[in-house]
């Protein structure tokens, strides 16, 4: 086998996990004001661009997801909306808002870390990746650090299950 094809291998590698931890690391921090744990981060050339967190309680917005957030804040800093030559790197499976934000973005490829049965929109539900019938296409890898993606959601949602519930006050005159 060649070997710069390995050592090219091992570079990708690299970058990916390094930003997929990046994106890790926004999860947690949305966990903090109460927001489902994802986060995405945007690379251009093996560098981390942007990283953003899903903001939807916080800010109160239906669209504040993680990768929406990101792209927007790539496209102010490129000055330009056409993310051509980067990668979008989030925990979960984008929905359809954000795997069609991707596709409008011109963005090359999209790795995401868990599947999302509910809402996955980039080989679950839906493939708006590589549907002949949408104008741009792009390279998806799923799967990546997997678990240590869906172990944050999980661990959310049952702690969330467990949280004390306000009790009900009493109707009194
Ligand atoms: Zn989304």
Redesign the pocket.
């Known amino acids: 086998m060649d070997k710069s094809l390995i050592e090219n291998n091992a570079e990708t590698q690299d970058w990916i996990a390094e930003a997929m931890k990046a994106a890790l690391g926004e999860a947690e921090a949305a966990m903090e004001h109460g927001d489902v744990p994802i986060g995405a981060v945007v690379v251009q050339n093996g560098n981390i661009i942007t990283s953003q967190h899903n903001r939807r309680e916080v800010d109160g917005d239906p669209t504040a997801?993680a990768?929406?957030l990101a792209l927007k804040q790539a496209a102010v800093l490129l000055n330009t909306w056409r993310l051509t030559g980067c990668s979008l790197v989030v925990t979960l499976e984008?929905?359809i808002?954000?795997a069609g934000a991707l596709a409008l973005s011109r963005i090359d490829s999209l790795i995401f870390g868990a599947y999302d049965q509910k809402m996955g929109a980039c080989g679950t539900l839906y493939n708006i990746a590589c549907d002949p019938r949408i104008n741009h296409r792009f390279n998806v890898t799923g799967g990546v650090m997997e678990k240590s993606c869906s172990a944050l959601l999980k661990d959310f949602f049952e702690n969330l299950r467990l949280a004390p519930k306000p009790d009900l006050m009493p109707i009194s005159e």
């Open positions: 997801h990768e929406i984008p929905c808002m954000c």
